[in-house]
């Protein structure tokens, strides 16, 4: 979360170990912040240096979430369905979090205090999952398919609109892992991942 100079790392695991370190990067150097009260990994995260947002996570598909205020970590509210592997997009107080390994096609939207349900993704992503834009705008590629996640990765795309999901252009590699990035649906970059035939990714 936040820009080159106010950068934020939280949660995620040291092999085999989850963790509850936060990380504040200045544009300089890394220094250690407030720690998470959930030791989480394979969870979602947005939001700036003093408001983020973390959301479910492993361990057993976690359901929690927590807001960081530059200092110290709070309880959020709580998700409906946990889940791994999932992508967290908008801002602390503005939210959609989608997919993950509970169902795959989960979304829900978060407006500070609580989780409420939104209309499911088409395209069922067991996790390992990427997204870009806002709780509005917001478009999600890649990830794993849920009947089969270590030998089927995906290509297809969705896009939401605020109320609904649509099938937009396909991600050239398929892959899981990825990373993704931009503000809009129209500037979302994908980079990085893993697929069987790529284990780099591209």
Not at 24 to 53: C, F, K, P, R
Not at 133 to 154: D, E, M
Not at 178 to 198: C, E, R
């Amino acid at each position: 979360g936040g820009d080159a100079n106010a950068a934020l790392s939280f949660g995620g695991t040291i092999t085999p170990t989850r963790v509850t370190c936060t990380e504040e990067y200045d544009g300089t150097s890394w220094s250690a912040g407030g720690a998470m009260i959930n030791a989480v990994g394979n969870h979602g995260g947005i939001g700036t240096q003093n408001a983020a947002l973390a959301a479910g996570g492993e361990p057993a598909s976690c359901t929690k979430a927590e807001e960081y205020n530059g200092s110290t970590w709070a309880a959020g509210g709580n998700l409906s369905q946990g889940g791994y592997g999932n992508a967290t997009l908008g801002t602390q107080n503005d939210a959609i979090n989608f997919g993950g390994n509970y169902t795959g096609k989960d979304a829900e939207s978060y407006n500070g205090t609580a989780w409420s349900t939104l209309t499911d993704m088409s395209c069922c992503r067991r996790s390992a999952i990427a997204g870009a834009g806002t709780s509005n705008s917001s478009i999600v590629f890649g990830g794993r398919c849920y009947t089969a996640p270590t030998t089927c990765h995906l290509t297809c795309t969705e896009e939401w609109n605020g109320s609904s999901w649509s099938f937009g252009g396909a991600i050239t590699t398929a892959r899981s892992n990825g990373i993704g990035g931009g503000q809009t649906v129209g500037t979302a970059l994908a980079t990085g991942g893993y697929n069987p035939s790529s284990p780099n990714g591209t």
